[in-house]
């Protein structure tokens, strides 16, 4: 059975610092990796995806993820982070069939 | 284009009641899912329809019921509450295919009580 773990509950940086959520994964065969960002009271929203190829991804607001097949990781990362990126934060796997696993989420707060 | 719209927002609910949770899209996607969240616990898969006509069991599917009415409409069936399923429950639809993003519902939020 696939799986994401995302080891931290909360991640706290300082404003205009870089920033890194972590993320593993368990599957089986290729491996189709997503981050969502969830504000307040919202639904998740689509920042970024790895399907094949270059290992660093770029997605919205800035962000980017690098894959690394080794470590069966997949990081999400941003060079400056801003006050309005503290959201939370979810790692998803996809299976062939289509189905998807979460990881428990990440919560960024980023302080001014 | 609304994207994918879910009714209620929010929802009380007494033990052994039952209702349905609605969900469309309009962007003619394939796929639509079923989660629910819950503190600390992630997103939750229910069940999920890859296409219209087909409906699968998620990871919790006991104590609900699905419908794909349409290519459009996917809804969620309580038959009978429990305060476990005090949740908020998210519907999400895709294109299809293992490489195409979810795109979510603003969610229900449902306490039963």
């Known amino acids: 059975a696939q799986s994401v773990a995302q080891p931290e509950d909360q991640v706290n940086v300082a404003e205009g610092n870089p920033l890194t959520v972590k993320c593993t994964y368990s599957v089986s065969g290729n491996p189709y990796l997503f981050w969502y960002v969830q504000y307040p009271n919202r639904g998740l929203q689509f920042l970024l995806k790895?399907?094949?190829?270059?290992?660093l991804v770029k997605g919205s607001y800035g962000f980017e993820a690098e894959f690394n097949k080794s470590q069966t990781s997949f990081h999400l990362k941003k060079p400056s982070a801003l006050v309005s990126d503290s959201a939370l934060y979810f790692c998803?796997?996809?299976?062939?069939?289509?189905?998807?696993?979460f990881g428990d989420g990440t919560t960024l707060t980023v302080k001014p | 284009n609304a994207g994918v719209t879910q009714t209620p927002k929010f929802q009380v609910l007494k033990t052994g009641q039952s209702m349905t949770l609605q969900c469309a899209q309009d962007m003619n996607h394939n796929s639509m899912y079923w989660y629910r969240q819950d503190p600390g616990m992630g997103l939750r898969l229910i069940y999920y329809?890859?296409?219209?006509?087909?409906?699968d069991k998620g990871e919790v599917p006991n104590g609900y019921n699905v419908s794909r009415l349409n290519k459009r409409e996917f809804s969620l069936r309580l038959e009978s509450a429990a305060p476990s399923q005090t949740s908020v429950y998210f519907c999400?639809?895709?294109?299809?295919?293992?490489?195409?993003?979810?795109?979510f519902g603003p969610g229900t939020r449902l306490t039963v009580l």
């Open positions: 999400a639809s895709a294109r299809g295919g293992v490489n195409n993003e979810q795109f």
């Open positions: 998803a796997v996809r299976d062939n069939a289509g189905k998807s696993t």
């Open positions: 329809s890859a296409s219209e006509g087909t409906t």
């Open positions: 790895y399907i094949t190829g270059d290992n």
